[in-house]
């Protein structure tokens, strides 16, 4: 399926590739979409109609707040970190009381396993490492904001729960990308993981959460339209006419409003029995055949070192393709 997205940086950023966030939304979530909140190049968010179940038979209308972030890197001034975590504090302030809150993105921040009083603020299936200044300031904005990191809270292997693969083979996997979820709501998650065998080459994985969420917003309509093409033809263009011609040949309206009604429901009529429907031309995807099928090769490539020089040439390869 098809998906809109929404980009949110400055000029600068956007040159120079440092950063620069968005926000992903299939069909279905773009028509719930209620609100686009684009900040920085760190920060952007969008608010959707949905619905999630509270009882056995019983859903309940909420509003899904989503913040798409990248936040300054751990040796980054922390006059830089303050004013990150400020932009992000006025931002969380934008959601409803009553809005389910989901934070997601490249935050840095390594909080390791959480203790036992710190069960509020995540599960303890966090991957084990030497907490950051960013991850103490990762858990006071979810002590501050009551938010859940549902990225500890399921247990997964090494691999899963790593983010992040330093470029130094000496250096260990970290896990520094999170998402977050109100903690209320917390039980509407249902796995939290990372994956690695994706068409993105990064040293970063890419991290899923499955919720258990219902978008209820409108559902577009796809008008079928008439195939006026074919009147090209003679054939056509002649059953066009007499149908036509017998559909006027009924006593005129009186009014002039009546009279233009009556002329329009004619022609659509007469075009709909003479043309037919066109049919909706198919998706043509903008990457060719032999792109997909290297990245096909790079996203099969095992992600261990011996592999890096045989991920880079797929990676030159396709840049040439």
């Known amino acids: 399926s098809l998906f809109h997205v929404r980009l949110s940086g400055d000029p600068v950023a956007s040159s120079s590739g440092l950063a ?42 909420r509003c899904l707040f989503v913040i798409s972030t990248y936040a300054p890197t751990d040796c980054s001034p922390d006059a830089v970190k303050d004013e990150f975590y400020h932009q992000l504090t006025v931002l969380l302030q934008k959601a409803r009381p009553t809005d389910i809150v989901v934070l997601a993105g490249d935050l840095n921040a390594q909080v390791g396993r959480l203790g036992t ?3 509020r603020l995540g599960g303890r299936w966090g991957l084990v490492g030497r907490r950051t200044d960013n991850g103490d300031r990762l858990l006071q904005l979810c002590t501050d904001h009551n938010l859940f990191l549902a990225s ?90 007499a149908e036509l011609a017998s559909r006027l040949a009924t006593i005129p309206p009186k009014s002039i409003g009546e009279h233009w009604l009556h002329l329009h429901d004619a022609m659509k009529m007469a075009s709909k029995a003479a043309c037919g429907f066109a049919k909706r031309p198919a998706y ?38």
């Open 152 to 241: 500890t809270n399921f247990r997964h292997s090494h691999r899963r729960c790593a983010t992040w693969r330093p470029p130094s083979a000496s250096q260990a996997w970290t896990q520094i990308d999170h998402i977050a979820i109100s903690y209320r709501w917390r039980g509407c998650v249902q796995d939290c993981c990372s994956f690695w065998s994706t068409y993105l080459e990064s040293d970063h994985a890419l991290v899923c959460a499955n919720l258990t969420l219902l978008f209820s917003g409108r559902r577009i309509n796809r008008h079928q339209r008439i195939d006026v093409s074919k009147l090209a033809a003679t054939s056509v263009a002649s059953k066009y006419r």
């Open 20 to 61: 620069g966030v968005s926000v992903a939304l299939s069909a279905r979530a773009e028509a719930a979409l209620i609100d686009w909140i684009p900040i920085n190049s760190r920060l952007c968010a969008v608010r959707l109609e949905s619905s999630i179940k509270v009882r056995r038979n019983r859903r309940e209308k």
């Open 117 to 119: 009083e710190e069960s």
């Open 284 to 321: 043509k995807h903008w990457v060719s055949s032999g792109s997909l099928q290297l990245m096909e090769a790079r996203r099969s490539t095992p992600g261990d070192r011996e592999f890096d020089h045989k991920r880079r040439l797929l990676r030159n390869e396709i840049g040439q393709s």
